[in-house]
């Protein structure tokens, strides 16, 4: 008849398959290197989302560049954390980051915000700006 027992039978023979492919992806995830972002848009909801993947993800992903156009006091805490090494913002959150005097992080006008899209050293760029504010 079968039924359960077979079940449990043909689970008992594919879990050691399974430790053995999942070994094999841990040992891969290892020594990947992690793809490099540009999140344009970073303060909106797709670039927000973006930024949750990375966080479940920091083995895959390292954040290069960001860019928001109005919202510079959540960018401000998304350079805190991601540590990217290019920014574009608004005119205002220029002016603001200028003030502050954040070491290690090249800020460019919004305007020019298409930089970040053509860095070499960027392997993935996500656009998530909307037409009215993007440059």
């Known amino acids: 008849m ?3 027992l077979d079940i449990i039978d043909s689970l ?3 879990a ?3 430790l053995f492919v999942h070994e094999l992806y841990t040992d891969y995830i290892a020594i990947m290197k992690p793809s490099s972002l540009a999140i344009l848009g ?3 909801s797709i670039g927000l989302n ?3 993947v990375v966080d479940h ?3 895959l992903f390292q954040v290069r560049a960001l860019s928001a156009y109005n919202n510079f006091k959540l960018l401000e805490s998304q ?3 991601y540590k990217p090494a290019h920014v574009a913002v608004g005119e205002e959150g220029l002016a603001h980051f200028k003030k502050m005097g954040i070491k290690g992080v090249k800020f460019y006008p919004i305007e020019d915000c298409g930089q970040l899209a053509s860095l070499t050293e960027v392997d993935v760029v ?3 700006m909307s037409g009215v504010g993007a440059a």
Do not use: C, D, E, Y
């Open 2 to 4: 079968g039924g359960v």
């Open 12 to 14: 008992l023979f594919s």
């Open 16 to 18: 050691p398959a399974f």
């Open 42 to 44: 970073s303060t909106g």
């Open 50 to 52: 973006t930024l949750r």
């Open 57 to 59: 993800n920091p083995q």
């Open 79 to 81: 350079i805190k954390k």
């Open 126 to 128: 996500v656009l998530a």
